[in-house]
């Protein structure tokens, strides 16, 4: 992974030193007292630097999708800096649609995966199909701008007309271009059940 997706810890996490290594039990099998000591901190520092919720990290390890590195002697859940990456990535996840129950599927068949390279294809794939979810996402955002952009600038024109004016005389309203079109989020305010709006520029669409 490239090094400027790993994100540094802040300075007041970096400062923090190892209590135990990861050796108590076979959660943490195949670390030894050998190791040399690494910057660790409790949950509620990782909470804290992450904008989560202790709550919210429990649930991640209950999913399996974030595992505490160490434990202290007081049986205190230990983390390191891929912790803060791994939430940060959960949090890209979710942000891009991806519910909690979706990323632990994601996880799972990621680790079902033998081979690097069928991992690398899976992940792609997933990817692949996320990037071209978010590009429509895109275009029907951009066509609602586009749409409340037209509206405003229509309802500009109504700064000016005369107060005394009756709301149903807006359908012969003469202070916009005869050819202009009505947006829709304006229109849509003069339909009503089965009244034919001569305005709209489009009919409606179920």
């Not at 949950?43 to 919210?56: P, Q, S, Y």
Request: one cysteine or more.
């Amino acid at each position: 992974m490239p090094t400027h997706h790993r994100l540094p810890l802040l300075a007041s996490l970096e400062k923090r030193t190892l209590v135990e290594p990861r050796h108590e039990s076979k959660e943490y099998q195949g670390h030894t007292q050998k190791e040399e000591p690494r910057d660790l901190v409790q949950i509620g520092d990782l909470a804290r630097e992450t904008g989560k919720t202790v709550r919210a990290i429990h649930l991640y390890e209950e999913l399996g999708l974030l595992t505490p590195a160490a434990r202290s002697k007081g049986r205190f859940r230990l983390y390191d800096r891929d912790a803060l990456l791994r939430i940060r990535w959960i949090g890209q996840l979710k942000e891009l649609g991806f519910s909690l129950g979706d990323i632990q599927t994601i996880v799972r068949e990621w680790e079902r995966v033998e081979s690097a390279p069928g991992a690398m294809k899976r992940m792609r794939q997933v990817y692949a199909r996320k990037l071209e979810e978010t590009r429509e996402q895109k275009r029907r955002i951009e066509a609602l701008e586009e749409e409340l952009s037209a509206s405003l600038q229509y309802l500009d024109t109504c700064d000016v007309c005369d107060p005394q004016r009756l709301l149903s005389a807006c359908d012969c309203c003469d202070l916009h271009d005869k050819g202009q079109d009505v947006p829709e989020l304006v229109a849509g305010f003069r339909a009503n059940g089965e009244r034919v709006v001569s305005l709209a520029r489009t009919p409606l669409q179920t």
